[in-house]
T-cell receptor
Framework: GQNIDQPTEMTATEGAIVQINCTYQ??????LFWYQQHAGEAPTFLSY????GLEEKGRFSSFLSRSKGYSYLLLKELQMKDSASYLC?????????????FGTGTKLQVIP | GAVVSQHPSWVICKSGTSVKIECRSL??????MFWYRQFPKQSLMLMAT?????????EQGVEKDKFLINHASLTLSTLTVTSAHPEDSSFYIC????????????????FGPGTRLTVL
């Protein structure tokens, strides 16, 4: 099975930078996703990493280290609308079929 | 990006009745769709993987006779909650895997807007 850990809650100031960490343990790793989820809504895709390194997309960047089982999501120039839960999800192939498992999510509150 | 729809967006039903939720990929074909359940303040829990033209693969602890999944076409999967009870009240979300080929060989799954089920 998988074990995915991320902080439960974080608070950051508008305009600042925040880093949300995710550690995982799995066999047959085949990619890590970050999603944003506002309360009462479905998740929206933010980023995908399968190779080590940094993927940048505008104000959002995601980093992966497969040897360390570690990823982070970096949000720059925080805006109030970035207040949401951020879900780390890991894909692997248990028993020969593809499966994506989600972490419990990090609730980010952006304050003025 | 790819669009996935779900219907209905919310439903209230009496205990003991069955409820069907539809998941459609609107502008792409999805050989694989996933059904998740999310209880308040918890993360998404995968219930089952739905493959077009074959039986769904259920996660441990999910009753296949209670949560019937049918993936009859490349754009439609349905989840039927049979004999629903109050403890089945939850936010049900489907996702569909797009077969877009990325430079690193990965692909992405796109989520529907979710269906909020309340069983009285």
């Amino acid at each position: 099975g998988q074990n995915i850990d991320q902080p439960t809650e974080m608070t950051a100031t508008e305009g600042a930078i925040v880093q949300i960490n995710c550690t995982y343990q799995t066999s047959g790793f085949n990619g890590l996703f970050w999603y944003q989820q506002h309360a009462g809504e479905a998740p929206t895709f933010l980023s995908y990493n399968v190779l080590d390194g940094l993927e940048e997309k505008g104000r959002f960047s995601s980093f992966l280290s497969r040897s360390k089982g570690y990823s982070y999501l970096l949000l720059k120039e925080l805006q109030m609308k970035d207040s949401a839960s951020y879900l780390c999800a890991v894909r692997d192939f248990p028993g020969g079929y593809q499966k994506v498992t989600f972490g419990t999510g990090t609730k980010l509150q952006v304050i003025p | 990006g790819a669009v996935v729809s779900q219907h209905p967006s919310w439903v209230i039903c009496k205990s003991g009745t069955s409820v069907k939720i539809e998941c459609r990929s609107l502008d792409f074909q999805a050989t694989t769709m996933f059904w998740y359940r999310q209880f308040p303040k918890q993360s998404l829990m995968l219930m089952a993987t739905s493959n077009e033209g074959s039986k769904a693969t259920y996660e441990q602890g999910v009753e296949k006779d209670k949560f019937l999944i049918n993936h009859a076409s490349l754009t439609l999967s349905t989840l039927t909650v049979t004999s629903a009870h109050p403890e089945d009240s939850s936010f049900y979300i489907c996702s569909a895997r797009d077969q877009v080929v990325r430079r690193d060989g990965g692909d992405e799954q796109f989520f529907g807007p979710g269906t909020r089920l309340t069983v009285l």
